[in-house]
């Protein structure tokens, strides 16, 4: 029986191959389902025999964990090498757009906040 093992809405290329890779090098059987036409549905992976997903979450489990690590230690060797984009930076090449969206998160704020502050 199929066994629904991964969403794969908004899952990278990338990451889409390595997690192929690995259910192929463990022989573990699996299936993709697209977001069809319209994008309506859920694009899925799963896993034709259930037997198999416990060892497949574990697998995913310790891919993701890994994944998670070396995107960590990536982040920081950019900041060493001062290649990592801060808040200044984003200001200093484009002012008007971060202008604009300070000004509407200061309205949301606003907007949020206001009823509170006008009880009597």
Do not use: C, H
């Amino acid at each position: 029986m199929p066994t629904y093992l991964l969403n794969l809405r908004g899952v990278p290329d990338d990451e889409l191959e390595d997690i192929r890779q690995l259910l192929s090098s463990e022989q573990i059987e699996f299936y993709e389902t697209p977001a069809g036409n319209w994008g309506i549905s859920s694009p899925s992976l799963w896993l034709k025999d259930d037997s198999q997903a416990e060892q497949a979450r574990g697998l995913l489990q310790l891919y993701q964990q890994q994944r998670t690590r070396d995107a960590r230690e990536a982040y920081k060797r950019l900041q060493q090498q001062g290649g990592a984009e801060r808040f200044i930076d984003r200001w200093l090449v484009d002012p008007w757009r971060m202008l604009l969206m300070v000004a509407l998160i200061a309205l949301v704020l606003y907007v949020s906040i206001s009823p509170f502050l006008s009880l009597d």
